[in-house]
Nanobody, 124 residues
Framework: QVQLVESGGGLVQAGGSLRLSCAAS????????MGWFRQAPGKEREFVAA????????YYADSVKGRFTISRDNAKSTVYLQMNSLKPEDTAVYYC?????????????????WGQGTQVTVSS
């Protein structure tokens, strides 16, 4: 089992920045690919970003490329999502997830463990 706890969400004006954190416990953190997803009201959960176990490979959704950065600190068992130039359409509950996979998964079904989510609200 892997337990994931997100933090860092909040209310920010358009153009602002937030950094989300996701602390993991329970298994060897570096064995897992980590991902961030988000879900806006009335919409399906969508992929945002993913990172390999070593942190050497990353992948982003087109909608956040160039604005968001995913990173990880394996010594702290924590993954981060730095969000810059935020837009109102980034408003959602953000979830981190862990996958025991050979690839960088981008679909919800490929992830084995999920956090409880943290709310991000971007005002215009």
């Amino acid at each position: 089992q892997v337990q994931l706890v997100e933090s860092g969400g909040g209310l920010v004006q358009a153009g602002g920045s937030l950094r989300l954190s996701c602390a993991a416990s329970g298994r060897t953190f570096s064995n897992y690919k980590m991902g961030w997803f988000r879900q806006a009201p009335g919409k399906e959960r969508e992929f945002v970003a993913a990172i390999s176990g070593s942190g050497g490979s990353t992948y982003y959704a087109d909608s956040v490329k160039g604005r968001f950065t995913i990173s990880r600190d394996n010594a702290k068992s924590t993954v981060y999502l730095q969000m810059n130039s935020l837009k109102p359409e980034d408003t959602a509950v953000y979830y981190c997830a862990a996958a025991y996979s050979f690839r960088l998964p981008t679909t919800t079904g490929a992830y084995d463990y999920w956090g409880q989510g943290t709310q991000v609200t971007v005002s215009s």
